[in-house]
């Protein structure tokens, strides 16, 4: 829709924009919750920044392994894309210029548990209070993609045309449905869940796994209108809708897991009692 914003004569990519409103307003969020609670804020500060970096380096991780064809031309042809150092950066950056969310998800959690193990922190707090963060920073995100004109949706009578994207040539003159829209609305809507099941300690300890949960959910059925195909497919699903399936399985399988363990030793302490 708009990719390029001009304000004060400088041209600003509005995806930029709307995922530094997304990081303050997850931030600001994290922080007063984290005072409410009687935290220090600034360690929470430090713990978003670590997870920052695994968002970083797992969202490019995992978009480059999305490209593995490229990946298979690339080096079956190294010699000729890699014929000077200028050549070799240029190639790794098109590989690894992209990003997506999973892989920025995933790999923010894996630097928190790990930051958090060595720090020994309490790692449920901290995640109870930084995870309605997660969809409230991925709703501003969805935006900044609906006015960049990627992630774009399917043809669609009930949507918006788009006329002269030059970031993204292949939406212009057709009607697709605003599925960042969409995604942001919901992504919406389960942080205010969040948010309340966090005030009410409802689920303590556990708020990650109702949102992993919730978004998987989400994220599957949203990717059918999805009309950028270019991402991947396997099974005739995308590779967001094979990671939210097996997402969803890995908590469903730890929950039972971890209740069934729970009854086993209730009912070995009733027997020794």
């Known amino acids: 829709m708009y990719p390029i914003i001009n304000i004060f004569g400088r041209e600003i990519a509005s995806y930029g924009i709307m995922t530094a409103l997304g990081v303050l307003a997850g931030g600001f969020f994290v922080c007063r919750t984290a005072k409410k609670r009687n935290h220090d804020d600034n360690d929470y500060i430090i713990f978003m920044l670590i997870c920052a970096i695994g968002v970083l380096v797992g969202s490019h991780l995992l978009y480059a392994i999305t490209q593995w064809k490229i990946i298979g031309i690339f080096?079956?042809?190294?010699?000729?894309f890699a014929a000077t150092f200028g050549d070799l950066i240029a190639n790794l950056i098109y590989i690894f210029g992209g990003s997506v969310f999973y892989g920025g998800l995933l790999g923010g959690i894996a630097a928190g548990v790990i930051y958090g193990k060595i720090k020994k922190l309490d790692l449920k707090e901290y995640s109870d209070?930084?995870?309605?963060?997660?969809?409230?920073?991925?709703?501003f995100g969805r935006v900044g993609c609906f006015?960049?004109?990627?992630?774009?949706?399917?043809?669609?009578?009930?949507?918006?045309?788009?006329?002269?994207?030059?970031?993204?040539?292949?939406i212009n003159d057709v009607q697709r449905f605003p599925v960042q829209l969409l995604e942001a609305s919901l992504n919406l809507i389960l942080f205010f869940v969040l948010w309340y099941l966090l005030k009410k300690?409802?689920?303590?300890?556990?708020?990650?796994?109702?949102?992993?949960?919730?978004?998987?959910?989400?994220?599957?059925?949203?990717?059918?209108?999805?009309?950028?195909?270019?991402?991947?497919?396997?099974?005739?699903?995308?590779?967001?809708?094979?990671i939210s399936i097996l997402i969803f399985a890995v908590i469903v399988i730890?929950?039972?897991?971890t209740?069934?363990?729970?009854?086993?030793?209730?009912?070995?302490?009733?027997?020794?009692?």
Request: proline share 4%; aromatic share 14%; charged share 20%.
């Open 129 to 139: 209070i930084c995870t309605p963060m997660i969809p409230l920073f991925h709703a």
């Open 254 to 257: 730890y929950i039972l897991t």
């Open 147 to 170: 006015l960049g004109g990627c992630c774009f949706g399917i043809e669609s009578p009930l949507g918006f045309t788009v006329h002269g994207n030059e970031l993204v040539p292949m």
């Open 259 to 273: 209740f069934i363990k729970s009854k086993k030793r209730q009912t070995k302490n009733t027997i020794q009692l």
């Open 201 to 242: 300690d409802i689920f303590k300890g556990r708020l990650i796994f109702v949102y992993l949960l919730s978004y998987s959910v989400i994220r599957f059925f949203d990717e059918f209108l999805r009309g950028d195909t270019y991402r991947g497919f396997l099974f005739g699903l995308s590779t967001s809708q094979i």
């Open 75 to 80: 080096l079956s042809n190294l010699d000729r």
